[in-house]
């Protein structure tokens, strides 16, 4: 590994996160009033300016209505739908920024488990709504947290980690349906983003842990502390899936039916 590829991914990403995550909930005091106006004005947000924020990364998880849709699947984000839905075909990889990567490089699920399913790939921006929700109502919710690096989620990552989305730091939950089989979702970490919260409890590393019984859609999982990327991955085919490039939580995944 060359020293400009060691120094970023040893020393400028983690410091990087770092001063952006001390930046967002350090004690600022009312400096950070001051931080969302700037970020409201740059990303031209609105929101109820009787919702007050102690710090800029309260902003970020910001109470925000979610009008569900009727159908079974809905989106669990708001942001950008980069790519499906689509087959699962665990010969091809997947796409992200331009960036491809294998099925099989996420060691938290069995690929082969899902190669008739279906799946999408969302991606938060730093002015979207950060927190992530139940796509569906399940059983037997578990969760799996890897440890890993903060790299950028772009060409420039992939320069410097071939296997990026294995290699950055992430948090997958599973639960089971009866209409779509089990559902996952990888939601992966990115430079800047300096944390993922659970918000089923704490999740130790690298083994999955239960977290609750019953799952009704629309429940929050997990917030990001600014944005990064969601793949949600079903186990059986969906015969009308529903395609749009931007979403908010709760849009239908699936065409209603008549």
């Not at 929101?47 to 309260?58: C, V």
């Not at 690096?149 to 089971?176: C, D, M, S, Y």
């Amino acid at each position: 590994m060359s020293i400009l590829k060691l120094f970023f991914i040893s020393i400028f990403a983690p410091l990087y996160s770092l001063a952006l995550g001390c930046l967002a909930y350090g004690p600022w005091g009312p400096l950070h009033q001051i931080f969302i106006f700037v970020f409201k004005k740059i990303y031209r947000i609105e929101s109820d300016k009787n919702l007050r924020f102690k710090t800029l990364g309260d902003f970020f998880l910001r109470p925000t209505p979610i009008k569900l849709g009727s159908a079974p699947l809905v989106s669990p984000v708001e942001g950008y739908c980069f790519e499906g839905p689509k087959p699962i075909n665990l010969s091809e990889t997947i796409s992200a920024k331009g960036i491809e990567y294998s099925w099989r490089s996420f060691q938290e699920i069995d690929a082969a488990q899902f190669h008739r399913g279906v799946y999408w790939n969302f991606y938060l921006a730093p002015h979207n709504y950060h927190w992530v929700h139940a796509p569906a109502s399940g059983k037997n919710l578990e969760g799996f947290r890897t440890r890993g690096a903060k790299l950028p989620v772009n060409a420039f990552g992939r320069w410097l980690e071939p296997k990026l989305f294995n290699v950055n730091e992430r948090l997958t939950f599973k639960f089971q349906t009866e209409e779509f089989g089990k559902i996952v979702m990888i939601c992966v970490g990115a430079m800047g983003v300096s944390a993922l919260f659970s918000d089923k409890g704490v999740l130790e590393y690298d083994r999955w842990m239960p977290l609750q019984k019953d799952l009704k859609k629309g429940e929050r999982l997990l917030g990001f502390r600014l944005g990064s990327t969601v793949i949600l991955l079903t186990e059986k085919p969906i015969p009308s899936p529903s395609s749009k490039s931007v979403v908010r939580v709760g849009d239908e995944l699936i065409q209603s039916r008549t």
